[in-house]
Nanobody
Framework: QVQLVESGGGLVQPGGSLRLSCAASGSRFSLNAVGWYRQAPGKQRDMVAVRTSGGSTNYADSVKGRFTISRDNAKNTVYLQMNSLKPEDTALYYC???????????WGQGTQVTVSS
């Protein structure tokens, strides 16, 4: 059974940095697309960044130049480096993975990021 476990969230001041991690269980991780999404209170869940197995990336306009998604296939882990954080980045951040063969989508339980002075 596939599980995604996020970590690294917390409280940070505006302008600060955080790195989120998402550890995936199961096989075929290196073949799967991975991504990060976020959901603020009262809002829909939106894509933040995605990365394919081939290395292509896509970012939300609001985070371009500040966030970087990366993956370590040897550790079955995907990361989100977040720099120059703003209060509007405050949200529950979810890890996402799409199985290459079945297209099944998996979600983590979420990790809270709060940007506040």
């Amino acid at each position: 059974q596939v599980q995604l476990v996020e970590s690294g969230g917390g409280l940070v001041q505006p302008g600060g940095s955080l790195r989120l991690s998402c550890a995936a269980s199961g096989s075929r991780f290196s073949l799967n697309a991975v991504g990060w999404y976020r959901q603020a209170p009262g809002k829909q869940r939106d894509m933040v960044a995605v990365r394919t197995s081939g290395g292509s990336t896509n970012y939300a306009d609001s985070v371009k130049g500040r966030f970087t998604i990366s993956r370590d296939n040897a550790k079955n882990t995907v990361y989100l480096q977040m720099n120059s954080l703003k209060p509007e980045d405050t949200a529950l951040y979810y890890c996402n993975m799409v199985d290459f063969f079945t297209t099944t989508t998996y979600w983590g339980q979420g990790t809270q990021v709060t940007v506040s002075s």
